[in-house]
Nanobody, 123 residues
Framework: QEQSLESGGGSVQTGGSLRLSCAAS????????MGWFRQAPGKERERVAT???????SYIDSVKGRFTISKDGAKNRLYLQMNSLKPADTATYYC?????????????????WGQGTQVTVSS
């Protein structure tokens, strides 16, 4: 069964850093679009960052300049480097794959979700 395995979450103070990792289980990244998403309690899941088949990246405004998405295709690993973390970044973070090389902005178009990894930022 295809799914993603997220890791690297934790609890940090405001201004801290974390690096999230995502491993593919039962599927490959190939040249497909990959994305990081997050969901806070009581809120809808949202797209955080994506990287397409040409390694072009896109971020939501609230994380631009602080988060960096990258991938290692040979290892089927996706990463999210998160710096200058804020309490508003507190959420469960997920990775998923879109079935085309270009990226969709709608999280509902993505597949192969994992259980997520919790990120908690305290003030």
């Amino acid at each position: 069964q295809e799914q993603s395995l997220e890791s690297g979450g934790g609890s940090v103070q405001t201004g801290g850093s974390l690096r999230l990792s995502c491993a593919a289980s039962g599927y490959t990244f190939g040249t497909y679009c990959m994305g990081w998403f997050r969901q806070a309690p009581g809120k809808e899941r949202e797209r955080v960052a994506t990287i397409d088949g040409r390694d072009s990246t896109s971020y939501i405004d609230s994380v631009k300049g602080r988060f960096t998405i990258s991938k290692d295709g040979a290892k089927n690993r996706l990463y999210l480097q998160m710096n200058s973390l804020k309490p508003a970044d507190t959420a469960t973070y997920y990775c998923a794959r879109y079935p085309w090389s270009y990226c969709s902005r709608d999280y509902r178009d993505f597949r192969y979700w994992g259980q997520g990894t919790q990120v908690t930022v305290s003030s």
